[in-house]
């Protein structure tokens, strides 16, 4: 390509020479007028030109648009992290980007090929954010539950981060972190930096399991496990029951006849429950709430928005602990207080907690003054005169006629 032309020329002039009868200019000089033309052309059509005469390669469409409406963070807007597991709203490994601007920027889960945003939300549009640990893994992981304010059409978010040091480029931020420094803290610090309101984390203080773990024994558990409620006044639970497993005999008739004694042996296994919709979860009790974890979607009761709780079915082995709060959790957290008006409570059960964290839970609901509804009006057993007293009734209605 020919060096770029010599602008302090007039152009225009050179035209008239060469268009002129008898023409002036010969071959040479026509071939160098055109050369010259073609370069004005593009260098004037080209949409910057470097200081050094060369000229820069043309913005792709894509690329205008970001800068027309750029919403999404860019590298150099954003500390990013890659390969993070999602699991809410989508389960698949994505680039997670952090905004650095409190008020404009936003968290993202990018593509790590195409970099374009599969989902997000803003800083500002996040009520709550908690980090708590995965339950039953051999290697430490921690979740990241994000909840959206309400009213603002944001869905949940809910990533995993792996409990080892930073390894690698996998972090590319302009935050110094030491090599020793773990995922988690490297995160945690980095979203601190932007939240209005901090990450909540479990403590100990607050709650501490005291079932016998599986896995990393050597470690305290600061969950309990639970089934989510019923549905519709329906039990989550259902037997399923393999009938050629059942014990049996015949009569002399030939007749299939159940061992009764068996058949309710085998109806008491606790192996045998299941729950619908796999609502099986995890009970966290934090400083600032209870969070129920981790099948879509997250629940999340801040203090404000309980009204009450109690315990239903307390049995040997296991119990059920009742929420009823001011405001739907799974959907997003709710600013209201309680005494808001409009409001109609909704009861959620969490059943099947293990008798041995009863004491522990009890000790967290009166700390943070939590109602006890346990010896409610409601939950009092119905009198029913199913054997009242024979001709208790005609005795009346023999009064009322005299």
Same mark, same amino acid.
């Given at each position: 390509?020919p060096?770029?032309?010599?602008y302090?020329?007039s152009?225009?002039?050179?035209?008239?020479? @060469?268009?002129?009868?008898?023409?002036?200019?010969?071959n040479?000089?026509?071939?160098?007028?055109l050369?010259d033309?073609?370069a004005f052309i593009s260098?004037?059509?080209?949409?910057?030109l470097?200081s050094n005469?060369?000229q820069?390669?043309p913005?792709?469409?894509?690329?205008?648009?970001?800068?027309?409406?750029d919403?999404s963070?860019?590298?150099d807007q954003?500390d990013?992290?890659a390969?993070?597991?999602?699991s809410?709203p989508?389960?698949k490994?994505?680039?997670?980007?952090?905004?650095?601007?409190?008020e404009?920027g936003s968290?993202?889960?990018?593509n790590?090929s195409?970099?374009e945003?599969e989902?997000g939300?803003?800083w500002r549009?996040? =009520?709550h954010?908690?980090?708590?640990? #995965?339950p =039953?893994?051999?290697q430490?992981?921690?979740?990241f539950c994000i909840f959206?304010?309400?009213?603002g059409?944001?869905?949940?978010? &809910?990533f995993t981060?792996?409990?080892g040091?930073?390894k690698?480029?996998t972090?590319?931020s302009?935050?110094q972190f030491s090599?020793d420094?773990? $995922?988690?803290? #490297?995160v945690?610090r980095?979203?601190?930096?932007r &939240?209005?309101r901090?990450?909540?984390e479990? *403590?100990e203080k =607050?709650f501490?399991s005291? #079932?016998?773990q599986? $896995?990393?024994?050597?470690e305290?558990a600061?969950h309990?496990?639970?089934?989510?409620g019923s549905?519709d006044?329906k039990?989550?639970?259902?037997?399923k029951i393999?009938?050629?497993?059942?014990?049996?005999?015949?009569?002399?008739?030939g007749r299939?006849i159940?061992d009764?004694?068996?058949?309710r042996?085998?109806l008491s296994?606790?192996?045998r429950?299941?729950s619908?919709g796999?609502?099986?979860?995890y009970?966290?009790?934090?400083s600032?709430?209870? #969070?129920?974890?981790?099948?879509?979607?997250?629940?999340f009761?801040?203090f404000h928005a309980?009204t009450?709780?109690s $315990?239903?079915?307390? &049995?040997?082995?296991t119990? *059920?602990? *009742?929420?009823?709060t001011?405001?739907s959790?799974?959907s997003?957290?709710s600013s209201?207080?309680?005494?808001s008006p409009?409001?109609?409570d909704a009861?959620?059960?969490?059943?099947?907690?293990d008798?041995?964290?009863f004491a522990g839970i009890?000790a $967290?609901?009166?700390?943070?003054?939590?109602?006890d509804?346990?010896? @409610?009006?409601?939950?009092?057993a119905?009198?029913?005169?199913v *054997?009242?007293?024979k001709?208790?009734a005609?005795?009346?209605?023999?009064?009322d006629?005299?």
């Open positions: 390509m060096d770029p032309p010599d302090s020329e152009l225009l002039s050179r035209i008239n020479l @060469a268009t002129s009868k008898p023409p002036v200019s010969t040479s000089q026509l071939k160098k007028l050369e033309v073609r260098a004037s059509t080209s949409p910057q470097q005469g060369q820069q390669p913005l792709s469409k894509k690329r205008k648009l970001e800068h027309v409406n919403q963070p860019t590298l954003a990013t992290i390969d993070v597991s999602f809410i989508q389960r490994k994505l680039k997670l980007s952090l905004g650095r601007n409190p404009q968290i993202k889960a990018c790590p195409t970099n945003t989902f939300i803003t549009n996040i =009520e954010c908690v980090c708590v640990p #995965v =039953e893994k051999a430490p992981q921690w979740n959206p304010k309400e009213g059409g944001d869905e949940q978010i &809910l981060i792996p409990g040091n930073v690698g480029d972090i590319h302009d935050t090599p420094e773990s $995922y988690k803290d #490297v945690m980095m979203m601190n930096q &939240l209005k901090k990450i909540s479990p *403590n =607050e501490v005291q #079932v016998a599986a $896995y990393r024994k050597g305290k600061v309990a496990k639970a089934f989510r549905k006044g039990p989550i639970f259902h037997l393999s009938f050629a497993s059942i014990p049996r005999f015949h009569n002399c008739s299939c159940l009764t004694l068996q058949f042996h085998f296994s606790p192996f429950l299941t619908l796999r609502e099986t979860g009970l966290f009790l934090l600032s709430g209870i #969070v129920w974890g981790f099948k879509k979607p997250l629940a009761f801040p309980i009450s709780i $315990y239903t079915s307390v &049995l040997q082995r119990f *059920n602990l *009742n929420i009823t001011s405001s959790p799974f997003s957290s209201k207080p309680p005494s409009n409001t109609t009861e959620i059960e969490f059943s099947m907690i008798q041995a964290d009890d $967290y609901v009166r700390r943070h003054h939590l109602q509804a346990s010896m @409610a009006e409601q939950r009092r119905k009198k029913l005169n *054997n009242g007293i001709g208790a005609d005795d009346d209605d023999g009064g006629g005299a």
